[in-house]
């Protein structure tokens, strides 16, 4: 069967022994969760800074809430693609696997992936403003909102909003993990956000055959060792076909 991963490809994951996986939105389109910044993208709609900032949540948790609420109620009953379901058997294959995901649906954990971290948090998680303590909470539709904790403070989702630093020993495994690794991937996202923009140019300045696998071209697409365009549903599961034969 004619198969779209070039043959330089197939050289380098038979030799390689460490890859990271960076994905974004575009790895949970297939599943129905919108992205951010496409053409019917949540952004189109409403406005980053007006609801994924922590001014934003302190101005309003109401409005903030209602948008998560209904984020979350979208995406309960949606399951992993087989792009998900092809980076969680990815992890398998290799010594060395980390998988990095932007995106806080919870899709991937679903999907079987746990070699995994998630940098910008998880929609199903809360954290207490006050005490800073985290806790799932599953609650379709929220039973409040503002939701609020015990404590009798405001809950806040468990998820980086714009403006605010990441989790610095989630950021720091991800940076020594993407300097270390023979392959990175970097797989559905627009490679806008920072720092996880960075990590496939860092990955290449550290000597790693970078692939990009997404829909539209993006501002790494020149510059990354193999770009191919297309669905992460369709090109994920030919990689690991091609992972498992050689
Ligand atoms: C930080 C949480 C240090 C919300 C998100 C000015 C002031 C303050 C900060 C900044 C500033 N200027 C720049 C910054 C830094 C800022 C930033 O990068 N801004 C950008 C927009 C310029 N970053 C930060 O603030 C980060 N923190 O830098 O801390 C600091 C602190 C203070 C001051 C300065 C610096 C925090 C970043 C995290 C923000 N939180 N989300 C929520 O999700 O509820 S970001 C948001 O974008 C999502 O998390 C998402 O993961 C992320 C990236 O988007 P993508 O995943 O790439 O999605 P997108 O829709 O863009 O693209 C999807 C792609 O998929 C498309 O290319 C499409 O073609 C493709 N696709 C679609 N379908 C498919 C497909 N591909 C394959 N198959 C398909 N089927």
Redesign the pocket.
């Known amino acids: 069967m004619y198969s779209i991963i070039p043959d330089a490809l197939k050289e380098v994951l038979k030799r390689a022994k460490s890859v990271v996986v960076l994905t974004?939105?575009?790895?949970s389109?297939?599943s129905g969760v919108p992205?951010?910044?496409?053409k019917d993208?949540l952004?189109k709609t409403y406005r980053?800074e007006e609801?994924?900032t922590p001014e934003a949540f302190y101005r309003n948790p109401a409005l903030v809430w209602e948008w998560?609420d209904w984020?979350r109620q979208l995406i309960v009953p949606l399951s992993p693609n087989d792009?998900h379901r092809a980076v969680a058997e990815m992890e398998k294959k290799f010594e060395n696997f980390l998988l990095v995901t932007?995106?806080?649906d919870g899709l991937h954990r679903k999907a079987g992936s746990s070699k995994m971290l998630e940098i910008?948090?998880n929609?199903w998680n809360v954290r207490c403003t006050k005490e800073g303590t985290v806790k799932e909470c599953l609650d379709v539709p929220l039973k409040e909102i503002p939701p609020k904790c015990a404590c009798g403070a405001l809950l806040r989702?468990h998820?980086?909003?714009?403006?605010?630093?990441?989790d610095r020993q989630i950021l720091d495994k991800a940076i020594s993990v993407t300097e270390a690794c023979d392959v990175f991937f970097s797989?559905?996202?627009?490679?806008?956000?920072?720092?996880?923009?960075s990590f496939a140019m860092m990955a290449k300045e550290h000597g790693a055959y970078v692939v990009e696998?997404?829909?539209?071209e993006?501002p790494i697409s020149d510059t990354v060792d193999l770009s191919l365009r297309?669905?992460?549903?369709e090109i994920l599961p030919e990689i690991l076909r091609e992972i498992i034969v050689s």
């Open positions: 974004g939105a575009g790895i389109a297939e992205t951010f910044r496409g993208g952004w980053a609801l994924a998560y984020r792009g932007q995106n806080v910008h948090g929609i989702p998820i980086v909003w714009f403006g605010e630093s990441l797989v559905g996202t627009s490679a806008l956000v920072q720092p996880a923009a696998i997404n829909y539209d993006t297309g669905k992460s549903g």
